[in-house]
């Protein structure tokens, strides 16, 4: 089983450029995350859906956009990348609001920005 | 102050040796406590789960919490290389949304 794949796994970009990171997920669950992991600052929430057709802001949804495409992809969209947004991407997915579900990560995306 | 502390570490042990990882939180409503392991250049993965206080055991793990003090710690005995990893505390908060500690990095020598 695939789970959360993300694409791409790692990316270098210059300052002002835009990109989408891609998430799918093959477990039809209805929620989806995208999160940022720095170093000691654990990860932080963007963006998540809880359901196809919403999207609520995290912790630290500035500088992003996303689209939850159907209820199997979840896209963050990066529109002028600067560099304090070098970080690791994580998207999850889960079944229902994760309170006793577990989230199910990808294994990430190693964004640099120059 | 972080909702959630966490020493980041390294705490590195010999194998077959008792860890206690812990975190600490500000926030009394948070009701379910969740401990996920992360390897390197890999996405975290749902370890346990406690809801409340108490205790939970599975395998070798045992997690723990502690409401009154705001204390949560996770157990693991006899210690293998392969639990050599971050671990990350989550309590959820009313929305069911985790708030994540940054992680405590698990070095376990052979």
């Known amino acids: 089983n695939a789970g959360v794949t993300q694409t791409p796994k790692f990316q270098v970009l210059k300052t002002g450029q835009s990109m989408t990171l891609q998430c799918a997920q093959d477990m039809n669950h209805n929620s989806m995350y995208w999160y940022r992991q720095d170093p000691g600052m654990g990860l932080r929430l963007i963006y998540y859906?809880?359901?196809?057709?919403?999207?609520d802001k995290g912790e630290v949804p500035n500088g992003y956009n996303v689209s939850r495409l159907n209820k199997r992809e979840f896209s963050l969209r990066l529109e002028s990348a600067a560099p304090s947004q070098t970080s690791v991407y994580f998207c999850?997915?889960?079944?229902?609001?994760?309170?006793?579900?577990?989230?199910?990560f990808g294994d990430g995306t190693r964004l640099s920005i120059l | 102050q972080k909702e959630v502390e966490q020493d980041p570490g390294p705490l590195s042990v010999p194998e077959g040796a008792i860890v206690s990882l812990n975190c600490t939180y500000s926030?009394?409503?948070?009701?379910?406590f969740m401990w996920y392991r992360q390897y390197s250049r890999k996405g975290p993965e749902l370890l346990m789960y406690?809801?409340s206080s108490g205790n939970k055991e599975d395998g070798r793990f045992t997690a723990q919490v502690d409401k009154s003090s705001k204390y949560i710690s996770l157990f693991i005995r006899d210690s293998q290389p392969s639990d050599s990893a971050t671990y990350l505390c989550g309590p959820s908060n009313s929305n069911y949304q985790l708030i994540w500690g940054a992680g405590t990095k698990l070095i376990i020598k052979p």
């Open positions: 926030n009394s409503a948070f009701q379910y």
């Open positions: 999850a997915s889960s079944e229902l609001p994760p309170s006793v579900q577990p989230q199910h």
């Open positions: 859906s809880a359901s196809e057709g919403t999207t």
């Open positions: 406690t809801y």
